[in-house]
């Protein structure tokens, strides 16, 4: 009489998807035909080859995301005139070469910069701030905010179009979440928004509505 290859117990005995070793060593896994349970044999060099596929696309995942930031060790020969653009952008004041304006314009913004200005001026920074703006790169791909929690939000009508009820009532909103997620005083208490002209609460609103601050607040938010 033949001897069984697959294991001795039944089917029915398990759940779907049980492996065991049979009776001629291989491994078998327990399906569901249309009428019943029966044990069915493994292809171990498939099984081994979907796991080694499994761990090749970890791989491409983690080389997809070196590559969104690799390239930005690539030479680029940006122009004194771009570089200039992007100090007027981001409201920073500094002269001499090339590298002196890149390293200036991240040492006065703080790194609040957009990631394709950092890849601009990545080549003219020195080491310890391409090794800054790499990590930032790194952490904007891969841990992106998409919920600021109340730190910024786009405006929905021209600063000039908010009354003066608006412009306090969204102030206090934008105070209350920064000082709870950076527990820092934003020196806007109640009693100093009563007393600012308009026009002065609306200077106080616009780092809010800014890109500034929506770096800045994803920088937090990171933390």
């Not at 930031?69 to 070469?97: A, F, M, P």
């Not at 890849?119 to 391409?130: P, R, S, V």
């Not at 206090?172 to 009563?194: G, Y």
């Not at 609460?201 to 933390?223: C, G």
Request: no cysteine; glycine share 2%.
């Amino acid at each position: 009489m033949a001897t069984r290859q697959a294991p001795s117990e039944s089917a029915n005995d398990f759940t779907l998807g049980t492996k065991k070793r049979g009776n001629d060593g291989n491994l078998w896994i327990i399906i569901q035909t249309k009428t019943s349970k029966r044990w069915a044999k493994l292809n171990e060099n498939k099984l081994q080859k979907t796991k080694k596929n499994k761990k090749n696309n970890q791989t491409n995942n983690q080389n997809k995301t070196k590559k969104n930031i690799i390239h930005i060790n690539k030479k680029k020969d940006i122009s004194v005139n771009k570089l200039k653009q992007l100090l007027k952008k981001y409201n920073v004041t500094t002269r001499g070469s090339k590298e002196k304006m890149a390293r200036g314009l991240v040492r006065v913004s703080n790194f609040l910069i957009e990631s394709k200005d950092l890849e601009l001026i990545y080549d003219l920074l020195d080491e310890a701030q391409q090794k800054k703006a790499t990590k930032l790169i790194q952490d904007r791909i891969n841990k992106p905010i998409t919920n600021y929690k109340g730190m910024y939000e786009p405006p929905t009508k021209p600063l000039s179009s908010m009354t003066r009820e608006e412009l306090i009532k969204n102030l206090q909103k934008f105070r209350d979440s920064w000082e709870k997620i950076t527990t820092r005083d934003t020196d806007l208490s109640d009693e100093r928004l009563d007393d600012e002209p308009t026009h002065q609460l609306r200077n106080l609103i616009k780092f809010y509505y800014s890109n500034n601050a929506k770096l800045s607040a994803e920088d937090w938010l990171r933390k």
